[in-house]
Each structure stands twice: as structure tokens, then as C-alpha cells.
């Protein structure tokens, strides 16, 4: 079933730009976001979203704070299921709380869940596994339409988690009143796009099998961006450790000097996440920072960046998630390729399991 591809990983990696397709299918109709599944939720009653969840869910999390509040200007805050279950948390009816699984059986999420919905919090799952317990449990479901993922290192359900939850952030934008109709209808126009964003270009794989030879050894990967551009750093570090092994950390770009950089040397390789967004520059002086102490460094960005050692060009997209995307595409393409030189199971990675049902 893996079609000719090497690995399920893979094969779910190229899949992307389909099932994103699907997870948009029948949502949005003439300009506007349609999610029948929210009729019950009132709008006018909620000011405020949380959002909990674990591993790879909660870096798509992470990485929609950024459009709740810029889009539906809504606060929105998130955390970690196993962390907030024992925080003892202010629950407020006039938050929604929303959980993202692929499973829709991690325990520490489905007990979070429990934990809100007892409090009289209005509840809401972002999941891909219909009739799980997550969706048995919340007053509604937004499905991922992912389609199954046989891979442990989550993928394809990531990108469908993140296009749901930006679909998410226009319709509340909408129903709150709080989003402009011509931001919406570019969101819209970029949103529609991504599926193209998502195919993958062979040629760009190649080049990421041939530069991967490289970053095999060595004491460590920092992947640093900024804006939505660092849960996705969080991201691109988790999946390539999962399955290479290789020890990695995602950092906001701003935080290296807070430390993190004083491990900086030929032995740390850098991924920078550099669209060429208001914060090019920014980006640029901390990577070059990390050059300066000799850093080996492969950027991802659609403009050349002189001191890099390796550079993998993405286009320059009208929308920042268009960026996104693509980056997104190749921090898995890297992680992919680094653990099939190293020798490793890609599909089954040691210590892991699909579904984390213990706490
Ligand atoms: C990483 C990965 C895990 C899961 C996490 C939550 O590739 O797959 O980090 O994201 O265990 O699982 P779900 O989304 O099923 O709740």
C-alpha cells in the first residue's frame, strides 16, 4: 500500500495537497467560511478561545494563536493537556475550548477535555478520527479529513490541523463581527491555494536527499523562526528528532541570545525559517549571528542569504502561509531523508507509538 513510495511517511508527505483539498471541500462557499458543524455555538457569548493539546497538535495550535487573534481579534491562549490538567486552571464559560488530535484518544487531551466541558465550558474537537472518545466527548467536531496516517511522525494530519484551524479563525472572525470582508476574501483567495503549495516538486526533493548527506553528524539542529514561523521551527526540530534521533530544538528566533546561542559552533547546524516577511531582517541578524560563530547553516527562504552553507529556495508567496507551507514541506522532506541515510525505521521510530493512550 505505500504505492511505490519508500516509507508511509512518505507517501503521506506527498498526499498533503490532496487531503488538504478535501479538509477545504464544501467549507467555504462564495466568499464566505461554512462550517455547519458550529450552528450551536453563540458567538456573540464567547470572547475569549483556549486551546489544548499534545506533541505535534500542539505546535498546529501554537501556530493558529497567531491568526485567532490577528484575524477574529479574539484572545487566545494555549497549552499543553498534561500541564494544564494539573495547573488547576481558571475555567470561564465564555471561553471556547478547543482540543486538536489526530488520534482522538490521547489521554491527556481527552481528560482536559473532560475537565473543561464538566466546568461548562462550550467544547470543541479538532480531530481525525470520527467517533473517537475526543469526539464522542466535545459538544462539536470539526473533522481533518486526513484520511488514515500510518507514520508515527504525524504529517498530513499537521497540515490539515492548521488549514481547519485558519478556517476556524475566519468563521469566527466573521460571526464575531470582527473581520474585514476584503481580509477575508484574501485569506480565502491564499487558503484555496495551499493545495498547489502542497505539491511536491521533485526536483526541490532531490536536492534535499543530496544536502541531507551533511547534516548526519554533528551535536545538534537548532530550527529557529519567528512569528508562525516558530511553532512550525518547533515542528520541523520534532519531526526530525522522532526519526533521525539527532538531538534538535525549535527557538523563536529573538531567544538565542538569550542563551541557546551560546552552543553555537561548527558542530550546531542552523535551519532558519526566513520568509521574506516585515521580520526579514530581524531573522537575518540572528542567523548571522549564529553564522559568526560558526554554525553550519541551511536557510529556507525565497532570497539568497550569503553566508549560508546550504540554501533551499521557496517561492515568494503573496501570504505568509503560503510560506508556511512550503517550508513546512521541506522541514519534513529533511527529516525524511536524513532518517533513510541514517538506516532508521522512518514509519515506526523507536520508544514511539501512534496513539498515546497512558498519561
Ligand atoms: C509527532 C506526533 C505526536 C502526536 C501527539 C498527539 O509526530 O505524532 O507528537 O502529535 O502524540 O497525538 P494526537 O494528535 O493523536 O492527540
Sequence with gaps: QKDGYRYFME???????????ETLM??????????????????????????????????????????????????????IASEFRYKEPLLDPKTLFIVIS???????????????K????????????DNSSIVRTADATILTRAGIEKGVASTKAFATQVVTLWLLSLFVGTAKNTLDEEILKSEIRALLHIPLVLK?????????????????????FFFIGRDVFYPLALEGALKLKEISYLHAEGYPAGEMKHGPIALADS???????????????????????LGARDSTLLVISPEPFELADDFIKTQ?????????????LMTQLLAL????????????????????TVE
Design 267 to 289: 558542530e550546531l547546524f542552523t535551519i532558519a525559517l526566513m520568509p521574506k516577511n516585515l521580520l526579514y531582517d530581524k531573522m537575518k541578524s540572528n542567523v548571522e549571528e
Design 316 to 328: 515568494a508567496h503573496s501570504h505568509m502561509m503560503g510560506e508556511f507551507f512550503e517550508m513546512m
Design 26 to 79: 464544501g467549507r467555504i462557499k462564495e466568499n464566505r467560511v461554512i462550517l455547519d458543524e458550529l450552528c450551536g455555538f453563540d458567538f456573540s457569548r464567547i470572547d475569549a478561545i483556549k486551546i489544548c493539546a499534545c506533541g505535534t497538535s500542539y505546535h498546529a495550535a501554537l501556530s493558529a494563536s497567531y491568526m485567532f487573534e490577528r484575524l477574529s481579534k479574539i484572545r487566545c491562549n494555549v497549552e
Design 11 to 21: 507517501k503521506e508527505i506527498y498526499e498533503q495537497s490532496v487531503v488538504v483539498g
Design 102 to 116: 489526530q488520534s482522538g484518544e490521547t489521554a491527556d487531551t481527552l481528560e482536559a477535555l473532560k475537565m473543561a
Design 337 to 356: 531523508e536524513i532518517s533513510i541515510r541514517l538506516g532508521n525505521d522512518v514509519d515506526m521510530p523507536r520508544n514511539l507509538a501512534k496513539s498515546v
Design 200 to 220: 511536491v516538486n521533485e526536483a526541490k526533493h532531490e536536492k534535499i536527499r543530496r544536502l541531507s548527506k551533511r547534516y548526519l553528524h554533528g551535536h545538534g
Design 118 to 129: 464538566k466546568s461548562g465550558m462550550p467544547t470543541l474537537a479538532i480531530c481525525n478520527v
